[in-house]
């Protein structure tokens, strides 16, 4: 019988709603285990010694546990992003590292969406002032609120996330540009009406530029002084990946002296941010606490991809959305 681990404490609700979609997906002939990801090695080896799979949950499996666990061949996430494990360590244990296959693709491009129309409608202001009673009182003194429909979007990344992102814009009658190291999918841009550009120049002519990469040596900083520069001092700038992709200190800056007009944030630097963050206090940015994909739909996909990727591991078939160790640079 295969053997699949949740590395979680199941202590908070979140963590206990994947515990219990993982059991209710898994078939009477896959054993589901839990294992506390804060155990010493010793502990971790004896929780996973008979595991085929394993499910970190905001953790990872250290390599001095790893290496004593003959049976593990997969270490399958939850999520898109994989700079929270060390897959070039674990591919050389023989243990394949995969993300979740796009699980999270749908939700998090919807999350993006509503940071872009949050931060044009100025939203949280207007919410804020009517919950304190103020009603119109204040926010008519605002700078003119904004409509998405006709703007340039600019799309960095154009991997699940990017493409499902370019579908829902395509809504608002917007000229959708994208700029993507690795064509992933040959065509598809023109299905989606996308049109493929060089970054700078996606920065130079977009209205909004949201960005949709893993995290990596190269990707670590790319939206810094340089690039806010580029962009319009009327566009703004979401970010639902990765905090590190963007310098926080030179994105402060850029809307501190109006390089940029606002932006929409899920993730930063440093989780969680500092109370005193000035993110938290600017009227041009929108914050979100990290957690864009956890929708309900979102996480049953997931658990559900986890677990198609261990029946793969029983029938010695290929892994899919494996992440490549090559590509960690």
Known sequence: MPTIAFLANLSTAEHKRRWDLLNQHA?????????????????????????????????????????????????????????????????????????????????????????????????????????????????????????????????????????????????????????????LMPGRDGELGAQAVDLDHLLRVSDIVTVHVPLNSSTRGMMGSREFDLMKKTAIFINTCRGPVHNETDLIKALQDGEIAGAGLDVLEEEPTDPNNPLLHMPTSIVTPHWAGGTGEGNERAVVFALSNLQRIVENRKLLSVVDPASIF
């Open 27 to 183: 078939s009477d002939g896959v054993n589901v285990i839990v294992a506390d990801p804060k155990s010493s090695p010793g502990e971790l080896i004896e929780a996973l010694k008979d595991a085929d799979a394993a499910i970190p949950w905001l953790a990872s499996i250290p390599l001095d546990a790893a290496e004593h666990l003959p049976k593990l061949k997969l270490v399958q996430l939850l999520t898109a992003g994989y700079d929270s494990v060390d897959v070039i360590g674990l591919s050389k244990l023989g243990i394949k590292v995969a993300n979740n296959g796009g699980s999270n693709a749908i939700s998090v491009s919807e999350h993006t969406i509503s940071l872009m129309l949050s931060v044009y409608r100025r939203m949280m202001e207007a919410w804020t002032n009517t919950k304190d009673g103020k009603w119109r009182s204040g926010v008519d003194q605002l700078p003119v609120r904004t409509e998405i429909n006709g703007k340039t979007v600019g799309i960095i990344g154009f991997g699940n996330i990017g493409r499902q992102v370019s579908r829902r814009i395509s809504g608002f009658d917007c000229e959708v540009l994208y700029h993507d190291l690795i064509e």
